[in-house]
């Protein structure tokens, strides 16, 4: 394993969250994590950005961020009309009756991994989901009581499972939840949770390649929980998935990272790629 990529950066010391022996909100990580957090949540607070907020958490299932940037990328542009020059997404999701498909096509088109799997349209069962209930009141209870709505997403709607439910709310600006990927992982693991590295180093199968193992969601929810008591309310869920993120990033890319703004603030269209 690169000495460089299982580097664990993070401390406790009297219940402060150090990053390389600095106080975290001392260093310059915590503005980057901010900016990033600020450029993955959603601009307004409407219908359709419900939709693409949970399409691209949805559409990021083991797959590359650039990937599924490309993707969103796409429906940007579909979504954007010129005859609408104050509101940039005028009811997209709601008029269009036939959109998990046509999202399945364009997931082809762009290339995410997942998509290439005959009858796994993941996007179907959302689209089931929230097609019969008010995606408003749906969100707003999820940023009231995100634990207990989680839950009840996970059990109730295939494809969702506890990191893609997170990935939303961060979407979506709420702080209570942590999405918990390789770097996460790797990170909480060096603050002394328990944490099996095979969650983030993977266990190597009989051809030689290493295959990261998924906890199951009691697991998750342990972990998590454990890591949000640990840092006693000083840096929320959120804020936590970011800077974990991000030092992983640049420990893996070698290199500082630019976040662009994901979902088109003022309508603008992102580059091809997240980084500088």
Known sequence: MNGRLDTKFFSIR????????????????????????????????NEDMYYLSLIFCISSQRQDFEGTLRFIQELLREMRDTSYPNNCYPNFFSTNVELPE???????????????????????????????????????????????KREQLVRDVKWLAHKTVSFWGL?????????????????????????????????????????????????????????????EGRINGALATTLFW?????????????????FGHECSIPLTSPFK
């Not at 180093?201 to 342990?222: F, I």
Request: proline share 4%; aromatic share 10%; glycine share 10%.
């Open 14 to 45: 009297d219940g402060n969250l150090l990053y390389l022996g600095t106080p975290v909100e001392q260093s310059l990580l915590m503005q980057e994590a901010q900016t990033l957090l600020g450029n993955l949540q959603i601009p307004k607070h």
């Open 102 to 148: 046509y999202l399945y096509s364009v997931a082809k088109s762009q290339g995410l991994r997942w998509a290439y799997v005959e009858g796994q349209n993941r996007f179907e069962p959302a689209f089931e989901y929230f097609g019969l209930r008010n995606m408003g009141r749906e969100v707003k209870e999820f940023r009231q009581n995100p634990i207990e």
């Open 171 to 231: 979407c979506l600006g709420i702080e209570d939840l942590m999405v918990l990927d390789v770097h996460n992982y790797r990170q909480i693991a060096g603050l002394g949770i328990n944490t099996p590295s095979s969650y983030y180093n993977g266990e190597r199968r009989g051809n030689g390649k290493r295959e990261l193992k998924s906890p199951s969601g009691k697991e998750y929810v342990r972990i998590e929980q454990e890591a949000l008591h640990l840092l």
């Open 246 to 262: 991000i030092a992983g990033a640049k420990a893996r890319r070698g290199m500082n990272l630019y976040q662009r703004d994901l």
